[in-house]
């Protein structure tokens, strides 16, 4: 028995009640739980995508995503299954939390950068540092 077969899909009723408990900010629409992300540059679009895309290789579960300058729209479906399942619940969980962290304010334009932006600036801080102590001093 494949993987997918095993994998347990949620009924329409189903998918609204667990979004209105668990993820209210989020929507079922057209066979897809979605939720628009607002943020306040491309710059925070990007982060928003990359840390989303992060969370999806982690989990092995890849959302559809559609972006403009300040907002990215993401779609999660398990196509395997034809639907719904625990897969897209757990990722929409820990994209909201990882992108603005947890109790979300309403109405708000997050300004504040992805949490694993700290990551990433602590990454490319250290190449430049290794970088500048690999580079030949010519006062030397």
Same mark, same amino acid.
């Given at each position: %028995?494949?993987?997918?077969?095993?994998?347990?899909t949620y009924s329409?009723?189903?998918i609204k009640a667990?979004? *209105? *408990?668990?993820?209210?900010?989020? #929507?079922?629409?057209?066979? @897809?739980?979605?939720?628009?992300?607002?943020?306040?540059?491309?710059?925070?679009?990007? %982060?928003?995508?990359?840390? #989303?895309?992060?969370?999806?290789?982690?989990?092995?579960?890849? /959302?559809?995503?559609?972006?403009?300058?300040? @907002? #990215?729209?993401? +779609?999660? *479906?398990?196509?395997?299954? &034809?639907?719904?399942?625990?897969?897209?619940?757990?990722?929409?969980?820990?994209?909201?939390?990882?992108?603005?962290?947890? /109790?979300?304010? +309403?109405?708000?334009?997050? &300004?504040? +950068? /992805?949490?694993?932006?700290? =990551?990433?600036?602590?990454?490319?801080?250290?190449?430049?540092?290794?970088?500048? =102590?690999?580079? /030949?001093?010519?006062?030397?």
């Amino acid at each position: %028995m494949s993987e997918a077969a095993k994998e347990e899909t949620y009924s329409e009723l189903e998918i609204k009640a667990r979004l *209105q *408990q668990e993820l209210p900010r989020w #929507v079922y629409e057209g066979g @897809w739980i979605r939720r628009t992300y607002k943020t306040a540059s491309w710059k925070g679009t990007l %982060m928003v995508i990359n840390t #989303v895309g992060h969370l999806a290789e982690a989990a092995w579960h890849h /959302p559809d995503l559609t972006a403009s300058y300040a @907002w #990215v729209e993401v +779609r999660l *479906q398990n196509h395997a299954a &034809k639907g719904i399942t625990d897969k897209d619940f757990e990722l929409a969980k820990k994209s909201r939390k990882s992108c603005f962290g947890s /109790p979300e304010r +309403r109405g708000a334009r997050w &300004k504040a +950068r /992805p949490r694993i932006s700290v =990551l990433l600036i602590s990454t490319i801080k250290k190449a430049k540092l290794g970088a500048a =102590l690999h580079t /030949p001093n010519a006062a030397l």
